[in-house]
Nanobody
Framework: VQLQASGGGLVQAGGSLRLSCAAS????????MGWFRQAPGKEREFVAAIWRSGGNTLYVDSVKGRFTISRDSAKNTVYLQMNSLKPEDTAIYYC?????????????????WGQGTLVTVSS
């Protein structure tokens, strides 16, 4: 499976962006999907995940209530809607897919990764 992330850009604090991650292959529905981010000078961190059928989601505390992850199986795409953006959300955002049975935040449980898309939030 190959992943193509898009939708990053420059936005003012309080604004919104929607990231997209398009997946190739017919087995998209078999994988859990996650978003991670890496801010300058920091380690990559988990942001959000949505598992297989889409009924199970998980968020890091810092984005709860502001970000929403969703997936469209017909389009083989997972989205990350980001509202009320803050300067500390500035990072390169990566989408990733996992064959794990249960939803997971661990990077080493994700089997394939897309290229990053840069999100910059100005104050």
């Amino acid at each position: 499976v190959q992943l193509q992330a898009s939708g990053g850009g420059l936005v003012q604090a309080g604004g919104s962006l929607r990231l997209s991650c398009a997946a190739s292959g017919r087995t998209f529905g078999m994988y859990g999907m996650g978003w991670f981010r890496q801010a300058p000078g920091k380690e990559r961190e988990f942001v959000a995940a949505i598992w297989r059928s889409g009924g199970n989601t998980l968020y890091v505390d810092s984005v709860k209530g502001r970000f929403t992850i969703s997936r469209d199986s017909a389009k083989n795409t997972v989205y990350l809607q980001m509202n009320s953006l803050k300067p500390e959300d500035t990072a390169i955002y990566y989408c990733a897919g996992s064959s794990a049975v249960r939803i997971t935040t661990r990077e080493d449980t994700y089997n394939f990764w897309g290229q990053g898309t840069l999100v910059t939030v100005s104050s």
